[in-house]
């Protein structure tokens, strides 16, 4: 593999850093600001909410850079954003902090993804990607842990300084490691938005907000839930988010070998399996033993999703796959605000902090049901083609296309 894919996987770990970090900070950031532990969950829902907006934001208004002088301008402002969020006098500026950082996330992401894609054979794309989000996943075991730590032996903006420290890392090596390319026209905006029109584009970003957006209901109210009801000491919860990092690694990088071979069955396991543990997480969190385990499936089927629903959506956008790409990451992140915004809810509700792990699998049941639904109307879709084509020419236009299979 390219040597590039070290320098995306290292911006990765950054962002996956500032992304995950609150799920162990959250309990020191509603005390140093004074306020309820759903309303510090805001923390992760803006940052979601950011994610959402400045995904298609920033990767229209890159379109007239070359995909490695974007990366380097959106580690720039993931910079800026963390250095805000540490140095905050009061709540809404944090939360302006890490809407500023969430602007880098969803374009780096998606720019990023179709670097990892076009460095290798087309056969390996899946596996590229995968090791790109590898510094996502690895950011759990080291850098989410390493940021409890330092909240617990400081304070949490001692946190956000080091993961400000980790963008300048992330920015010298993307300037050092990612090949310089040549300027590059500005694609027409309409030719990116048009690929939208495809129905199995929309249905694949509906997995993702649905799919993934199940783990966060769970894994933003993580540390009072392990603390308040499964009875584990506060300094535990460093070593139980390595543990979830841990399962996140693993899913990540089987995931993406068996997506190039089978896609779609490795989506439909990885979201029953998410279901499953989510729903478990209700029970099992009162047992040390049981919640720990389940925490690292939930990590492992969770990023098991992300392969397989990225690779998705670049397959069915294929013509013009960059808005569509930093698109889908804007979803994972829709779903992530919506999953802890209903956690809150039901929390605040008096339902406890297991209640957001029922949220999560019904969220994920939902996803499941959308991509199999998706999968018949696409054979549906080939078919009527096949079938057309048979009876003899007509105009292009009028033939469903199927799109390209993993």
Same mark, same amino acid.
């Given at each position: 593999m390219p040597l590039a894919l070290l320098a995306l996987a290292i911006g990765a770990f950054g962002i996956g850093t500032t992304e995950f970090?609150?799920?162990?900070?959250?309990?020191?950031?509603? =005390?140093?600001?004074?306020?309820?532990?759903?309303?510090?969950?805001?923390?992760?829902?803006?940052?979601?909410?950011?994610?959402?907006?400045?995904?298609?934001?920033?990767?229209?208004?890159?379109? !007239?850079f070359t995909r490695k002088q974007m990366l380097m301008l959106l580690m720039g402002l993931f910079i800026a954003g963390n250095l805000l969020t540490g140095l905050a006098p009061n709540f809404g500026i944090m939360l302006a902090g890490r809407i500023v950082a969430a602007f880098t996330h969803g374009a780096f992401f998606g720019i990023g993804a179709l670097v990892a894609a076009d460095l290798v054979a087309p056969q390996k794309r899946a596996t590229a990607i995968s090791l790109m989000f590898s510094g996502l996943t690895v950011a759990n075991v080291v850098g989410v842990p390493a940021g409890t730590m330092l909240s617990q032996e400081f304070d949490w903006r001692t946190t956000f300084y080091a993961i400000t420290a980790l963008g300048v890392i992330g920015l010298l090596g993307i300037v050092?490691?990612?090949?310089?390319?040549? =300027?590059?026209?500005?694609?027409?905006?309409?030719?990116?938005?048009?690929?939208? !029109?495809?129905?199995?584009?929309?249905l694949a970003m509906l997995m993702t907000i649905l799919g993934f957006g199940g783990v966060f209901a769970a894994v933003t109210y993580l540390a009072s839930m392990m603390t308040e009801v499964t009875g584990f000491a506060p300094s535990s919860v460093i070593w139980l988010t390595a543990v979830f990092?841990?399962?996140?690694?693993?899913?990540?990088?089987?995931?993406?070998?068996?997506?190039? !071979?089978?896609?779609?069955?490795?989506?439909?396991i990885s979201l029953t399996g998410l279901a499953?543990?989510?729903?478990?997480?209700?029970?099992?969190?009162?047992?040390?033993?049981?919640?720990?385990?389940?925490?690292?499936?939930?990590?492992?089927?969770?990023? =098991?999703?992300?392969p397989p629903l990225q690779k998705r959506v670049m397959d069915q956008a294929a013509s013009a796959p960059t808005l569509a790409s930093a698109g889908n990451i804007a979803a994972f992140n829709f779903g992530n605000a919506l999953a802890s915004w209903l956690g809150g809810i039901v929390i605040s509700a008096g339902l406890g902090f297991t209640a957001p792990n029922w949220v999560g699998a019904l969220m994920t049941v939902a996803a499941l049901g959308v991509a199999i639904f998706a999968s018949v109307l696409e054979r549906r879709s080939a078919g009527r083609g096949q079938v057309v084509a048979a009876g003899g020419p007509v105009e292009s236009a009028d033939v469903p296309i199927p799109a390209a299979q993993s």
């Open positions: 970090a609150v799920m162990g900070l959250l309990p020191d950031m509603a =005390a140093g600001f004074g306020v309820s532990i759903p309303l510090a969950g805001y923390a992760t829902t803006v940052y979601a909410l950011g994610v959402v907006v400045g995904a298609p934001l920033m990767t229209a208004l890159g379109t !007239r050092k490691l990612v090949p310089a390319q040549r =300027a590059k026209a500005a694609a027409p905006i309409g030719s990116e938005l048009a690929v939208f !029109r495809n129905p199995q584009v929309g990092g841990l399962g996140m690694v693993g899913g990540n990088l089987i995931s993406g070998r068996f997506t190039d !071979r089978a896609m779609m069955p490795m989506l439909y499953l543990v989510l729903a478990a997480f209700t029970f099992t969190a009162h047992n040390k033993a049981a919640a720990t385990v389940t925490v690292a499936l939930i990590g492992f089927f969770g990023f =098991a999703t992300v």
